[in-house]
């Protein structure tokens, strides 16, 4: 009885830390998928990418959802160019948001040009894996100000219930003021609707977020298609800036993967842990197109500097929502 008792309890403990040390494995999506935007809903960790392919083949977007960070359901074709009539190709870099009971899917459009239509768009829905459909049939942002490209938006939920739309390619950042309903911009107090706070070395793929009554602004640097690819960031009293570059907190690994950037942040409710998802590129791969979606953990230090990040192939520990 005693060996059966000590066989059962050395079981138990097998089993119990092979479940705790289970990791998610990086990529954790399969498929090539880039500039993860990341969210939680309703105890769930939802993940909206771009479907990493050339221009003319980024017609749709998918969306995955997990429990614990380690199995990943897809939802296939959540909105397309079918429900857009605007939009042609190059749909890229979701931003998603939830309000008043109804979620909201920002994207980019047509890689437009100055007199070209496209941009950045937005669609809703009654369900986090929709299906979408475009809420106000054109883009919501069409024009080039301040020299910035309208994609890349994210949508940043401030304290006092103000909704911040910062987006911006080609090397500048604008941020602008959403209505209530995301059907047009508000003007700042001056006027304006646009106001540019591009930091030092910005390139594309802008993110937010607040820490203890700061706001960390993140963003891309380099090329992605180049191994130069990578995440710096900047501490802010406002959403508005200024902002002066801190550093690099994330790059590629050349025993990993090449090309790590365009990221999102998660922040565990009621805790001090925050993932970065991201997407990098498998090592040996050439095609700028072959991107895979990761996760790993992000970390602070005394000082509120936001540790370098390690990318890694094992990703994060399985990790449940209360």
């Known amino acids: 009885m005693n060996k059966l ?83 042609k190709k190059a749909m890229w870099a979701p931003s998603v948001i939830h309000k008043d009971g109804k979620y909201y899917f920002f994207f980019g459009a047509n890689d437009v040009h100055q007199g070209e239509t496209g941009g950045i768009g937005v669609a809703v829905s009654n369900q986090p894996e929709g299906p979408y459909k475009d809420l106000i049939g054109k883009p919501l942002i069409n024009e080039i100000v301040n020299g910035a490209q309208p994609i890349d938006q994210f949508v940043f939920h401030d304290d006092d219930n103000t909704y911040y739309l910062i987006y911006g390619g080609w090397r500048h950042c604008n941020v602008a ?103 990098c590129r498998p090592l040996g791969e050439t095609d700028g197109n072959h991107r895979v979606t990761c996760i790993d953990k992000m970390e602070f230090d005394a000082n509120g500097f936001i540790k370098p990040v390690q990318i890694t192939f094992e990703g994060v520990k399985a990790r449940r929502l209360k």
């Open 5 to 87: 008792i000590v066989l059962l309890s050395s079981i138990l403990l097998f089993c119990s830390f092979t479940i705790s040390a289970q990791t998610s494995k990086n990529p954790i999506l399969k498929g090539w998928y880039a500039d993860p935007e990341a969210i939680i809903y309703d105890h769930t960790y939802w993940i909206y990418p771009t479907y990493s392919a050339p221009y003319e083949k980024q017609t749709f977007f998918d969306c995955f959802s997990s429990k614990d960070l380690i199995n990943w359901t897809k939802h296939p074709n959540i909105i397309d160019t079918t429900a857009v009539k605007w939009a």
């Open 177 to 279: 003021l959403l209505s209530n309903n995301f059907k047009q911009l508000k003007s700042f107090p001056n006027g304006e609707k646009f106001k540019e706070i591009t930091p030092e070395n910005y390139v594309e793929g802008p993110f937010m977020f607040k820490r203890n009554g700061k706001y960390y602004f993140m963003w891309s640097e380099g090329g992605w298609t180049g191994p130069n690819y990578c995440v710096a960031y900047a501490i802010g009293a406002s959403p508005l800036g200024p902002f002066k570059r801190i550093g690099k907190i994330l790059q590629q690994d050349p025993k990993v993967a090449t090309g790590a950037g365009h990221h999102s942040v998660i922040h565990i409710p009621n805790t001090d842990k925050y993932y970065i998802v991201y997407h």
